[in-house]
């Protein structure tokens, strides 16, 4: 059973500290998604990759996020400094694009809290 | 910024009975999709229509689509407990990228 996988389920961190989280997508997948979801604002694009080259980050604040894919099987999501405002859960999910359209699997999330 | 607006924001039914979620959105789309989130996990994808297609049926799930009023519809039919979570409707445009409604609350009490 094929499954998006996310590391850590849980982060509880101090403001100003880094703070990396982890995807991996589904085997064969080519397209990877961040999406933040918070009370306020509900599920956010943040940014997402196809075949590891990033298609579109203008949902991610530049200065303190970075998103990256070292290969095909990670993703990473970083946030240097991290502020209480980035309090959220992080969904990583992953797809593969066909004529009719693409259905993404979400993983179970990263749950941060930055104090 | 999120495309669709989804009513009501939250519905509560008996089982047994069927349980209606509206979407709209703004723009021209590709497809949209349902997804359906239980408390604290990640979003599970349901059923997607084309713009080409009108209603679509898997299982107990039907959905409608008229893209003239930009608007969706999903229907559960003989709701269980088990269908209690969020419900997100979401449209895709030209580029593959996903935009998320607000959500329906729907809460199944035996």
């Known amino acids: 059973d094929a499954r998006v996988t996310q590391t850590p389920r849980h982060k509880v961190t101090e403001m100003g500290q880094e703070v990396t989280m982890r995807c991996q997508p589904i085997l064969g997948h080519n397209t990877v998604f961040w999406y933040r979801q918070t009370m306020m604002q509900g599920l956010e694009l943040l940014a997402y990759f196809r075949n590891r080259a990033p298609l579109d980050d203008s949902g991610m604040p530049k200065d303190r996020f970075s998103a990256e894919m070292p290969d095909a099987t990670l993703a990473t999501l970083k946030i240097q400094p991290s502020e209480p405002r980035d309090s959220a859960v992080y969904f990583c999910?992953?797809?593969?694009?066909?004529?009719?359209?693409?259905?993404?699997?979400f993983g179970p999330g990263t749950r941060l809290l930055v104090l | 910024s999120q495309q669709g607006e989804e009513d009501p924001q939250a519905l509560s039914i008996q089982e047994g009975e069927n349980a209606t979620m509206n979407c709209s959105y703004k723009?021209?789309?590709?497809?949209l999709q349902w997804y359906r989130q239980n408390s604290g996990r990640g979003l599970v994808h349901l059923i997607l229509?084309?713009?080409?297609?009108r209603e679509k049926h898997s299982g107990r799930l039907r959905v409608t689509l008229d893209t003239s009023k930009k608007s969706s519809s999903l229907l559960i039919t003989a709701s269980r407990a088990a269908d209690t979570a969020s419900y997100f409707c979401?449209?895709?445009?030209?580029?593959?990228?996903?935009?998320f409604g607000t959500g329906t609350q729907l809460k199944v009490e035996l």
């Open positions: 979401a449209t895709m445009g030209g580029g593959n990228k996903l935009t």
């Open positions: 999910a992953s797809g593969l694009p066909t004529p009719g359209g693409e259905t993404q699997y």
């Open positions: 229509i084309r713009s080409n297609e």
């Open positions: 723009t021209s789309i590709n497809n």
